[in-house]
């Protein structure tokens, strides 16, 4: 019965995503040539992400967004478990983020211009290095506009729920900007969307927000340690959800 039901959810929350895409998409191209729109672009951005999340059935709680300091900018550091994800970090951030994007959504006609407008990070995984010194400076160009940068540190979505070994690339990004990173734990999006699943369910999503790690006067010699210290409080927080050890404090 429960597969009966995803399957017409899937299609509702596929068609509002697709036209929430064409419409806000839109929207941002225009406005987000007006520097003075800038609220009015977050606005457009979110209510994209809650296109996804209500037809879909999630419940976010988020614990620890009083950690965020809105006047700051951060390298966000997550887990990745689901495509929901993007969606839940825009809602559950109090900061405006961008992210990085591989190169084939950029292919896409509208989402491409509209990603671009907003400073989404275009990634070819397949340059290597140059594309390392692309992102650099598609990232410094977020960070000079006041935005966080939210990266997956996992290089994709995880195949079994579980946490991944973490790239050093986020945090030598940190390092160099000398900007603090925000590390954020995601539980729940897995079971709403698998990776490669066909299907949608309803879920309760967790979001843990932990204080940020200041990175001003580290070196590239701290990189190695910055992200096992990250990927430390991501793991214990993650297991903790995993064992329903955490208070649930909605926010």
Not at 9 to 32: F, N
Not at 193 to 206: E, F, L, S
């Amino acid at each position: 019965m429960r597969s009966l039901i995803a399957i017409p959810r899937t299609a509702v929350t596929l068609l509002s995503g697709v036209l929430a895409t064409l419409i806000c998409g839109s929207a941002i191209i225009v406005v987000g040539r007006i520097p003075a729109a800038r609220g009015l672009v977050e606005k457009f951005i979110h209510a994209w992400a809650m296109a996804w999340m209500v037809p879909a059935g999630c419940r976010l709680e988020v614990i620890g967004r009083e950690k965020v300091a809105t006047s700051k900018s951060y390298v966000v550091v997550a887990n990745h478990l689901s495509n929901f994800d993007v969606m839940v970090c825009f809602k559950a951030l109090p900061v405006p983020i961008r992210y990085l994007a591989k190169k084939e959504l950029f292919s896409i006609p509208l989402l491409a211009t509209a990603m671009r407008s907003i400073g989404i990070v275009e990634v070819d995984r397949q340059a290597r290095s140059a594309a390392i010194e692309s992102v650099n400076q598609q990232s410094s160009k977020v960070i000079q506009h006041g935005d966080s940068l939210i990266i997956y540190p996992e290089g994709t979505r995880s195949r079994d729920g579980t946490l991944r070994t973490f790239k050093k690339g986020a945090f030598t990004m940190a390092v160099a900007a000398g900007m603090p990173v925000l590390p954020v734990t995601i539980h729940g999006t897995y079971e709403m969307w698998k990776p490669g699943g066909k299907t949608i369910r309803p879920g309760h999503v967790t979001v843990i927000i932990d204080d940020a790690i200041p990175t001003e006067g580290l070196g590239r010699e701290d990189v190695d340690d910055l992200r096992n210290r990250v990927r430390a409080v991501i793991e214990a927080r993650f297991d903790q959800l995993r064992g329903g050890q955490v208070e649930s404090t909605q926010s």
